[in-house]
């Protein structure tokens, strides 16, 4: 996996939304939307928006997350 740079440029930040965005889609379907701990389309706005400085404080759970996804869906340049 490529890691996420310090700048948090917007492709950095674009992987982040794609890696919350299935596990958001099947909380909705299996209702549990926003329960605690689960991502949200709130989680993807403050990932679209936030400072880099705010978004170091999660680093680790996005690279998870980014990991886990790219994983199971390998980009294809």
Do not use: C
Not at 5 to 20: I, P, Y
Not at 57 to 64: L, V, W
């Amino acid at each position: 996996m490529k890691p996420l740079s310090k700048s948090w440029t917007a492709e950095d930040r674009l992987r982040v939304v794609a890696a919350f965005l299935p596990d958001i889609q099947s909380d909705i379907y299996a209702g549990r939307y926003s329960a605690l701990g689960r991502p949200n389309i709130t989680s993807l706005q403050h990932v679209i928006h936030e400072t880099g400085e705010t978004l170091e404080a999660y680093r680790e759970e996005f690279e998870r997350a980014v990991a886990a996804y790219e994983a199971k869906f390998p980009l294809k340049n």
